[in-house]
């Protein structure tokens, strides 16, 4: 089964919501990483699901998504298409793991993530 492991915030001012959502809500908030700003929501002893800050791009320039852990993004991307999805990024490669944009057949925008 997938599991929701993170989020992503989209800003066009993303030093300005992560100022925010640590003022707000104490979250540890991480230098940048690709115009990233991880995101740390619990402690040790009580974690929570950990994301990121991102400066939305023109395709989704403010909202929220989940992000969900597959074994392989290339087969949730088929049949994520197959049952009405569309792709808005195709799968990208970073140092660790893969990402990828899809928007479900209800609108609803979520990323999926397998780690290398």
């Known amino acids: 089964m997938a599991r929701v492991v993170g989020f992503e915030l989209s ?3 993303p030093e300005k919501a992560a100022e925010f959502y640590s003022k707000v809500f104490g979250w540890e908030i991480f230098e940048p990483n690709w115009d990233y700003w991880p995101i740390k929501t619990g402690e040790d002893k009580n974690p929570g699901i950990n994301g990121g800050i991102g400066k939305g791009p023109n395709d989704y320039p403010h909202g929220t998504r989940i992000q969900i852990e597959v074994d ?3 087969e ?3 049949t994520a298409k197959n049952n ?3 792709v808005v990024r195709d799968k990208m490669e ?3 793991f893969y990402l990828a944009y899809l928007v479900d057949p ?3 925008s979520f990323g999926l993530i397998e780690k290398k």
């Open 11 to 13: 800003s066009q001012d």
């Open 72 to 74: 392989s993004i290339d």
């Open 76 to 78: 949730a991307i088929s």
């Open 84 to 86: 009405g999805a569309m």
């Open 94 to 96: 970073f140092d660790d």
């Open 106 to 108: 209800v609108g609803i």
